[in-house]
């Protein structure tokens, strides 16, 4: 089991920057991807950002450019650095773990959410 716990969110004005932090504790594989999803009301969970426990990174386009996802491999730590934000990326932020299976499913643990507000 791994348990998934994020930090960070809270309200923020356009063009505003906020630093979202998730830590992943317990049983955790060696090979793992770590990432950020988002969901708004009346939409459905979309990805933001993953982070691979090799290192390699994978944005949503309408976040390229703006956010920045980083790893502390040390504390199982991953965080989303999130600049010139804007009012469409109000939502409540997920974290989630994915315990990579080799010869068996992949296995998703998710935080309970952080809320992201921008406002005008």
């Known amino acids: 089991q791994v348990h998934v716990v994020e930090s960070g969110g809270g309200l923020v004005q356009a063009g505003g920057s906020l630093r979202l932090s998730c830590a992943a504790s317990?049983?955790?594989?060696?090979?793992?991807?770590m990432g950020w999803y988002r969901q708004a009301p009346g939409k459905q969970r979309e990805l933001v950002a993953t982070?691979?426990?090799?290192?390699?990174?994978n944005y949503a386009d309408s976040v390229k450019g703006r956010f920045t996802a980083s790893r502390d491999y040390a504390k199982n730590t991953v965080y989303l650095q999130m600049n010139s934000l804007k009012p469409e990326d109000t939502a409540v932020y997920y974290c989630?773990?994915?315990?990579?299976?080799?010869?068996?499913?992949?296995?998703?643990?998710w935080g309970q959410g952080t809320q992201v507000t921008v406002s005008s």
């Open positions: 982070i691979h426990s090799g290192g390699i990174t």
């Open positions: 989630n773990h994915r315990k990579i299976g080799i010869g068996t499913p992949s296995v998703d643990y």
């Open positions: 317990g049983n955790i594989f060696s090979l793992n991807v």
